[in-house]
Every structure is written in structure tokens, then in C-alpha cells.
């Protein structure tokens, strides 16, 4: 299926196409999918330093916005904005966050034929256990004034649909499984992985009080942590605190296949997701996972003692005790991680990819 001629241009915007986060990853996947499909696409990025650590076809454009404007503020942004949607006339705008909304309204006053979909990658009760009043505020303007919004889960599209009074488009479109192809398991290092941004959000001060009731009984097993984030020093205290020697930060890396590849299982920690991206990439290379079931996303990847474990939200020491079942059972992980393998299929990219030219329109 390929896009029309006319109608076919999408702008994509996003807070920070720098970071090396899920988000920015997910929009890689997807702008690059529908570029191959025929859409002529552009990304914006608010802020960043200019690169990207997901690649993007040579033929899709990153517009910089703090690096390009001739003015500061939120009036420079504004101006900047502007005068790209006049000069590229876009047929459709993709907020990649739903807090760019404070900009995309002003895009859509601008131009009343634009059609603007927000994408919103956080759990819908985010906004409550952060005390963010914009997020909040910015929801309804999004419901009131967008024309589709696009949410991660089901269990999040049911809460929209209850708890605002939408006047847009509502549509559960999951993250992209981003790799292709089979992979077959070969061997295995007694390693735990785990992946995401340091910060509280992602729980990984949860899996270090996991580990301290493991390493001293297992001292052939390890935990690497891929990643960067504001909690790192914070984390790093905390392991030296413990007298733990096994856990190592390995910062951000471009080649997360290879610790993938190696891994025993993952553990996914989280006190909340907008979906679990990691958890996608993790099954795809036959991981069995031990999960919270956080909101939003693990339950509808995690079939618990399927391909995997989905535990608790919060409860430690059911998640240590599952992760340690994975240490002593290898004929149990392979079983699983094979099971993760078949299961993490329906989220294939090129699924979702049709999905996404349905909403379009084509």
C-alpha cells in the first residue's frame, strides 16, 4: 500500500529527538515505515543538540527548533513554527507528546485544514501522580481541539473515553515491535538485563533490592542496566551502599541487540509506562520477563506464566522469587522466551505500520 500523492505530508513533533528514549525510538520505527510506504515525512524537535541516536532515512528532514529559531522563548518557538508550516504546508501534524499541544493549537488556528493527531505516550493517570496540572489541562484542550488522539493501551483508551468528554477521535494504536525477521537464541550469559532512563518512573532502585537478596547466592549471575538519567548518581549510591559487585550501569548504547542476545532474562521494573517498548525488544530475542504490572502497558504484553511473569505493582519480594525461579531453571526460560518470541509477533511493525495508514486516511 503506498500514500497518495496529494494529502500524504506528515509532520512529526516531538520534545527531544536527542534523547534515546522509547518515544524517540518508536517515532524512528514509524516515520521511516511510512516514508517507505509513499508519506513525504519531516520531524520537529523542540529541543536537542542537532543529532539523532535513532536513524532516519536520509529523505526525512529534522527540524530543530531551539537550534533554528532567531528569537528565544516561547515566542521564538512560536515564530519559528510559523514560518515552517507556511513555507512546508503539511497535510497532517503528529504530536509526539501530548504536551506539545501548547504549540500544535496555534499550528492548527494557522491552518484550519491541518489535521492534527496527538500521540500520547503516557499512561492516562500520569498526570495525577506527578501533580502536573499542565499535562491535565493540556489533555482537554487535546480532546476538545484535536482531531484524533492517539493512545498505547486499551486500558488507557477506556479511561479517556470515561473520564473526558471527547470531542476528537479516539484510536489504540500499539508501539511497533522494531525489529524484523526471526532470531533464533543460541547461548546465554547468567545475565540479567534491564533498559530505560534512570529516573523513579523506571524502578530501578526496586531492582536493586531485588538483587541485594540475590547476589550472594548466585555468584555466577549478574545485572546490567543499559541507560541514562537524572537518578543515576542517586542508583550508583545505592549499589555501593549495598556491597553489591554485580550490577553495573552501562550508560546509553546504540548496540542494544548484543546485550539482548546474551541475556538470560529481563527484569522490567517499572512504577509506570506509557506501553514498555523494552519489553517488545526484550521477547523479540526470546527473554522470557519478569514485570510489575504497572500501569499502563505490561498486561497487554505480559501473559503471565506464558512469557513471563507479570508481579504486583510494588510487591519485591514476589518479583525477586520469580526472577530467581529464571536463575535456577534454564529448561524454564527457554520454554517461556520461546513462547515471548511467538506472542511479541502481533506487534510487528508492519501491523502497526497499517494501522497507522488506516488512521491516515489511505
Not at 120 to 143: D, G, Q, S, T, W
Not at 254 to 276: H, M, Q, T, V
Not at 298 to 306: A, L, Q
Amino acid at each position: 500500500m503506498t500514500a497518495e500523492a496529494e494529502h500524504n505530508k506528515i509532520m512529526f513533533f516531538i520534545g527531544n529527538m536527542s534523547h534515546s528514549g522509547g518515544t524517540e525510538r518508536v517515532l524512528s520505527v514509524i516515520a521511516n515505515g511510512l516514508s517507505d510506504r509513499g508519506f513525504t515525512v519531516s520531524v520537529i524537535s523542540l529541543w536537542g543538540d542537532g543529532q539523532t541516536v535513532f536513524s532516519l532515512h536520509d529523505r526525512i528532514p529534522v527540524y530543530w527548533v531551539e537550534k533554528e529559531r532567531k528569537q528565544s522563548g516561547i515566542l521564538g518557538n512560536l515564530r519559528y513554527l510559523a514560518a515552517l508550516f507556511d513555507r512546508e504546508k503539511p497535510d497532517f501534524l503528529v504530536d509526539v507528546d501530548i504536551i506539545l499541544a501548547c504549540y500544535s493549537i496555534f499550528m492548527k488556528w494557522q491552518m484550519p485544514d491541518l489535521y492534527w493527531i496527538s500521540w500520547e505516550h503516557f499512561h492516562y493517570y500520569y498526570h495525577f501522580e506527578r501533580n502536573n496540572f499542565l499535562r491535565k489541562i493540556v489533555r482537554r484542550v487535546v480532546a476538545r481541539h484535536s482531531d484524533q488522539l492517539v493512545v498505547l493501551t486499551d486500558e488507557d483508551k477506556g479511561h479517556y473515553e470515561k473520564k473526558l468528554r471527547l470531542r476528537c477521535g479516539i484510536t489504540r494504536i500499539y508501539d511497533p515491535l522494531p525489529f524484523t525477521g526471526a532470531f533464533s537464541k543460541q547461548v546465554e550469559q547468567p545475565m540479567i538485563f534491564a533498559a530505560g532512563r534512570l529516573t523513579e518512573a523506571k524502578g530501578f532502585d526496586l531492582l536493586i533490592d531485588s538483587w541485594r537478596q540475590l547476589e550472594s547466592r548466585y555468584p555466577q549471575w549478574s545485572v546490567i542496566i543499559a541507560g541514562e538519567g537524572m537518578d543515576r548518581e542517586k542508583l550508583e549510591k545505592k549499589v555501593k551502599a549495598a556491597r553489591l559487585e554485580r550490577i553495573q550501569f552501562i550508560g546509553n548504547v546504540r548496540d542494544i541487540e548484543k546485550y539482548y542476545e546474551k541475556a538470560a532474562f529481563l527484569a522490567f521494573p517499572s512504577r509506570n509506562e506509557g506501553f514498555g517498548m523494552v519489553l517488545l525488544e526484550a521477547m523479540y530475542f526470546c527473554l522470557p520477563v519478569v514485570s510489575y504490572d504497572c500501569k499502563a502497558g505490561p498486561k497487554e504484553i505480559v501473559i503471565d506464566g506464558v512469557n513471563g511473569y507479570l508481579v504486583e505493582a510494588g510487591n519485591i519480594e514476589i518479583f525477586t522469587e520469580k526472577m530467581e525461579l529464571f536463575m535456577k531453571d534454564e529448561a524454564l526460560r527457554r520454554r517461556m522466551g520461546a513462547q515471548a518470541a511467538k506472542t511479541v509477533m502481533r506487534f510487528h511493525k508492519e501491523l502497526i505500520l497499517d494501522q497507522w495508514e488506516t488512521l491516515l486516511g489511505v
